[in-house]
């Protein structure tokens, strides 16, 4: 079934905040309810994936101002039918960014976040079910503005530099500083990336 890696991925995930608990709690129910769930046809919402993307040193994040929206955010986007989220992210974060020497910190969820997502001409409002993902450039590409973007910001580890001060943002930052020890070693990174 399309759905159990997700559903798997979800299971294995144990948040901390009380806000996030729940997102996994409504995520699992609207998986199960919806077969469908990863395509953006489905007009109640669907499964979405991002990337808190790091530089290579693992010192900055990158973050988008979204045409669209006209807002701050991590970097990310629909899955377009594809059931393997951390698939849509790598590929999210390649297209948005403009870099395509991105992998993954780790294989499993970073951060969980549902949120609305308002009408326009071409579709009513509905939610997004994000599933993000800790990822990191292994090159020196610079990034270039895609057709999605405003504009694309490094941004350090000073929470009070952030763009925007959203608290879905400001928790991935948070994530990000308290983790950056333990991933960011020059040990880490050189075991990881070889493989």
């Not at 808190?52 to 990310?76: D, F, I, M, V």
């Amino acid at each position: 079934m399309k759905r159990n890696k997700l559903k798997n991925l979800l299971n294995r995930y144990s948040p901390k905040e009380p806000v996030e608990i729940e997102y996994k709690k409504k995520t699992l129910g609207f998986v199960d309810a919806h077969k469908n769930c990863f395509e953006r046809s489905l007009s109640v919402g669907h499964v979405t994936a991002s990337a808190w993307l790091l530089n290579k040193e693992g010192s900055l994040a990158l973050l988008t101002h979204h045409a669209k929206l006209n807002r701050w955010l991590q970097l990310g986007g629909h899955c377009d039918g594809e059931s393997d989220v951390l698939v849509s992210a790598l590929r999210e974060a390649q297209e948005e960014s403009g870099i395509q020497a991105i992998v993954a910190v780790r294989e499993e969820i970073f951060d969980l976040d549902i949120h609305l997502i308002p009408g326009n001409t071409k579709e009513s409002e509905h939610f997004h079910y994000d599933i993000r993902f800790l990822l990191q450039v292994v090159s020196d590409e610079p990034f270039r503005i895609s057709h999605e973007s405003k504009a694309l910001r490094w941004i350090g580890k000073d929470p009070k530099a952030m763009p925007c001060q959203h608290p879905s943002l400001l928790r991935l930052h948070n994530k990000w500083l308290s983790m950056e020890k333990l991933f960011f070693s020059s040990a880490f990174s050189s075991q990881n990336f070889q493989q």
